[in-house]
């Protein structure tokens, strides 16, 4: 038998080497951290199924921002978890509920060291947990939310949110939701649109951190997880109706739909590495079952390789951390 002339292996035989043949990079300002915001607490209180992760009071949200600029990310993602809910989600367009009060609290705090981006969705306001308003018989009603939805839209842009994550997966919220902006004066104010988001099994722990009163799921309204075809189509539909960035999510499960969309986008394509991802590598971590540190750098890294020019994770700033301390 000849030897190989072939030798792909070349290109792997020093650390500086495969640092130079490198084809994806991670960037701390690639990286967005999802914050949660709760009302009527002092201090952090840490949420059971996400090791390492807290609901924030204000004052401790303000430190972490802190934190996260001083490590370079590239901003951060807001949700509020409210005292009191109600059938419509009140507390999401009143001015002082907890998720407008916060993001007026966190612009003033980031400056232009990250942007501060708000989640637009009712579930965390309503008392029955869906992303959208009911219809007597229960079914959630795509076009009153929608109304529900150009409410928030301007009560967030009002708190300074630069970038509204639409995340109930109605039809047409990107449209209405810009036809409010515009309609207002907040043309600047940026929509990133959770496109292809799937029913999954996988928000399992945000739906603690948010301490979700949803009974039943939500798959009227968010993907099939066996349907790659209809998330590319959902991307479409948003960047046609004016998305400024389009989302898959979650990530880990989802990269052939990621790296689809990333195909055929013509505007950033950005991915969401959800709760559940988070939640296992930190449980087999904690029984020393892998390597905790290089699981979350490769789940990261392999979620941009498919195709996201940004990953929101709940790694961001200790991933950032780590990858300036790598460098210098
Ligand atoms: C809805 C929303 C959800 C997540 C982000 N936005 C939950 C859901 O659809 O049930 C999940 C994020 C995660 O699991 O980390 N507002």
Known sequence: MDNPVIRPRRLRTSPALRRLASETRLNPADLVLPLFVREGITEPVPIQSM??????????????????????IGGVMLFGVPEVRDAIGSGATDPDGILNVATRA???????????????CLDEFTDHGHCGVLTQDGRVDNDATLERYR????????SGSQLLGLSGMMDG???????????????DTALLAYSAKYASAYYGPFRDAVESTLEGDRRTYQLNPANRREGVREALIDIAEGADVVMVKPAGSYLDVLADVAAISDIPVWAYQVSGEYAMIEAAAAHQWIDRRRAVEESVLSIRRAGAAVVLTYWAVELANWLTEKRS
Do not use: F
């Open 51 to 72: 090791p390492g992760v807290s609901q924030h009071s204000i004052d401790s949200a303000r430190r972490l921002v802190t934190e996260a600029a001083e490590a370079g």
């Open 106 to 120: 966190l612009v003033a705090e980031a400056g232009d060291a990250l942007v501060v981006q708000t989640d637009l």
């Open 151 to 158: 409410d928030m839209a301007r009560a967030q842009a009002a």
């Open 173 to 187: 919220q990107v449209a209405a939701v810009r036809e409010a902006l515009d309609g207002d004066g907040y043309q």
